[in-house]
T-cell receptor
């Protein structure tokens, strides 16, 4: 069966520090991968999605970036965090984008 | 532009029936999803509609009218554990799911 792993679960980082969040999927090949952010009291905002290795689509211009170095690995990064980057970050995967997503357990990031 | 609207909050009592509405205006449509999200947790899949009509799954049902850009999620025999946020999301070809802001449902005894 397919599983998705996301870590860390919680993170407190100072303003201006770098960020790296990792997501891996097991039990499937060539999944579509997604990064969403959910700010307090707000909906899920799509940040990046990827349909294959090295293919990244950005939905919202900001100081975040994403990479897909391997088929089942998706990384969200920042060189310098802002206070506004605080939120709940969710990684998700789907086989074709039309049959629902399975989400990872999320990372709660607090920038102080 | 793309817009998905759903009520911010709803309240109901145990054993009751509640209907959560969702209207959407998107540039493409490949189906509509409902997700449940408990506080501090990841969303979990509830239902998927791509054709007009009602899909029933236990206590939960979901309805879609593509011509009206409208869907609803119907929860029957409410239980305390149904207190959560319910997210409406639209699928479009070639891109990712677009989510509404979610409806927070509070079930009281």
């Amino acid at each position: 069966s397919q599983t998705i792993h996301q870590w860390p679960a919680t993170l407190v980082q100072p303003v201006g520090s770098p960020l790296s969040l990792e997501c891996t999927v097991e039990g499937t090949s060539n999944p579509n991968l997604y990064w969403y952010r959910q700010a307090a009291g707000r909906g899920l905002q799509l940040l990046f999605y990827s349909v294959g290795i090295g293919q990244i689509s950005s939905e919202v211009p900001q100081n975040l970036s994403a990479s897909r170095p391997q088929d089942r690995q998706f990384i969200l990064s920042s060189k310098k965090l802002l206070l506004s980057d605080s939120g709940f970050y969710l990684c998700a995967w789907s086989i074709d984008g039309e049959h629902g997503y399975t989400f990872g357990s999320g990372t709660r990031l607090t920038v102080v | 532009g793309q817009n998905i609207d759903q009520p911010t909050e709803m309240t109901a009592t145990e054993g009751a029936i509640v209907q959560i509405n969702c209207t959407y205006q998107t540039s493409g449509f490949n189906g509509l999803f409902w997700y449940q999200q408990h506080a501090g947790e990841a969303p979990t899949f509830l239902s998927y509609n791509v054709l007009d009509g009602l899909e029933e799954k236990g206590r939960f049902s979901s309805f879609l009218s593509r011509s009206k850009g409208y869907s609803y999620l119907l929860l029957k025999e409410l239980q305390m554990k149904d207190s959560a946020s319910y997210l409406c999301a639209v699928a479009q070809a070639g891109t990712a799911l677009i989510f509404g802001k979610g409806t927070t449902l509070s079930v009281s005894s």
